[in-house]
């Protein structure tokens, strides 16, 4: 009880003190397990970074599907069927909030917005932006994309952040949470709805979303624009990419 007592009394304090980001952070575990960062040889440790993250994207996709198939059964269905007080309906309403979709029963913006990220790009990503896991983001925020925040409550300070400027470094709870991030950012953001064009361009002439093509689609991701893609095409092909997609894919047929 008195350990409680103290736990509960730091909570507060840190929340007063607008210092939950740097406790907070210790809270949980985080980046890669330790096994990876002794693992020196450089073929082994990337074959371990790509497996060991595949999983947590795969769980993510599969997540997605869910709510995707749920909205096209929903959808599907005559309008005036519909139960306005159904639990069902309420779902529906909080996907549509989820992925900031205006038009209520327009099957079009559910779909092009409620997909798959294909892992090859996934992992290109995740490697670039994490430093192949090694980065301080993912070391202290389970941050494997580089996400930001304005709210110091969730966030730690960046060692290098500008005079004036007012973001943070987003702190995630598990490596789980911030694949969840990332994909719901490439689902909803603005910036990247010539990726969700692409993708759904690929469905309509039933192709599953390929990574190498969507990747290249990623220029709002990075300030270095251009050069971007080049690393995400390089990652993607060097390292034999397309294999996870392929592996996802041949699951969910």
């Known amino acids: ?38 693992i020196s040889d450089v073929n082994e440790s990337k074959k371990y970074f790509f497996d060991y993250l595949y999983k947590l994207i795969e769980k993510e996709n599969k997540s ?9 059964s929903f959808l599907n269905k005559n309008i005036l069927s519909i139960d306005f007080d159904s639990l069902e309906f309420k779902k529906f309403l909080q996907i549509k909030k989820k992925y900031k979709i205006s038009k209520l029963f327009d099957i079009k913006s559910f779909m092009k917005k409620i997909d798959i990220i294909p892992p090859s790009q996934a992992l290109a990503q995740a490697a670039t932006e994490s430093g192949w896991g090694r980065s301080r983001f993912i070391k202290e925020a389970n941050n494997i994309f580089g996400h930001w925040t304005y709210n110091p409550s969730i966030g ?48 309509l002439k039933n192709k599953h979303p390929d990574g190498l093509h969507l990747s290249q689609t990623m220029l709002n991701y990075s300030g270095i624009a251009e050069e971007y893609l080049k690393i995400l095409k390089d990652i993607i092909q060097i390292n034999d990419l397309h294999k996870y997609d392929k592996k996802f894919y041949q699951q969910i047929n």
């Open 156 to 203: 730690m300070l960046p060692e290098d952040r500008t005079i004036g400027a007012t973001h943070f470094i987003r702190i995630f709870k598990s490596l789980q949470a911030s694949i969840s991030a990332y994909m719901l950012n490439l689902n909803r953001n603005l910036a990247y709805k010539t990726f969700r064009d692409k993708r759904y361009t690929q469905r």
């Open 1 to 38: 009880m008195l350990l409680f007592n103290i736990i509960h009394f730091t909570k507060k304090l840190i929340v007063t003190t607008g210092l939950v980001c740097i406790i907070s952070s210790e809270m949980f575990s985080k980046g890669l397990p330790k096994e990876y960062y002794e």
């Open 64 to 72: 997605i599907i869910k709510e995707r198939n749920f909205i096209s």
